[in-house]
């Protein structure tokens, strides 16, 4: 089940994108210097049981974008199904992932996806030289985009 601590709309995390920012509880990476370690914690509210509310509140929006994922396969899923519904109002999608790599098969539902932990030494995304990957699907394939965030 996936927990959510707070919702927020927001130009920053999708270029081009008025987002409602969605930040999921319960971060696996553990990140050094990570910028929101209150998510590691398992505490907020039940992300399915306002999803559809938050989207109502947040109706201006263009994206749909979830800061934080999860290994377990039953919040894939949940991942999956909201990403399907937001898709079906006619809303972009994104995930904001710490895991290092690049977009796994379950992930295929989001419109934008960014990966990579966040590494102090290397910088955000907004740094030519982070780590952190953004991609945007196009034709069924995830293309690295990062450095639209460098302009």
């Known amino acids: 089940m996936l927990l959510f601590t707070e ?12 987002s409602l920012v969605i930040h999921i509880a319960g971060c ?4 050094e210097n990570c910028q929101s370690p209150w998510l590691q914690a398992e505490e907020g509210d039940v992300l ?3 999803f559809e509310k938050l989207l109502h509140l947040y109706h201006t929006v263009t994206c749909v974008c979830f800061l934080g994922e999860s290994r377990d396969e039953a919040n ?4 999956v199904a909201m990403c399907r519904y937001a898709r079906a109002l006619g809303l972009k999608t994104c995930l904001y992932s710490g895991r290092a790599g690049e977009p796994e098969p379950w992930m295929r ?17 907004t740094s030519p030289s ?6 945007k699907k196009e ?3 995830f293309v690295d985009v990062t450095s639209i965030f460098w302009q």
């Open 7 to 18: 919702a927020v709309a927001s130009y920053k995390e999708v270029p081009m994108e008025y």
């Open 28 to 31: 696996p990476n553990a990140c």
């Open 48 to 50: 399915q049981e306002c």
């Open 76 to 79: 894939q899923v949940e991942f």
């Open 109 to 125: 539902c989001f419109d934008f996806v960014k990966r990579g932990p966040y590494i102090a030494a290397q910088g955000p995304l």
């Open 130 to 135: 982070t780590n952190q990957r953004f991609y």
């Open 139 to 141: 034709n069924d394939s």
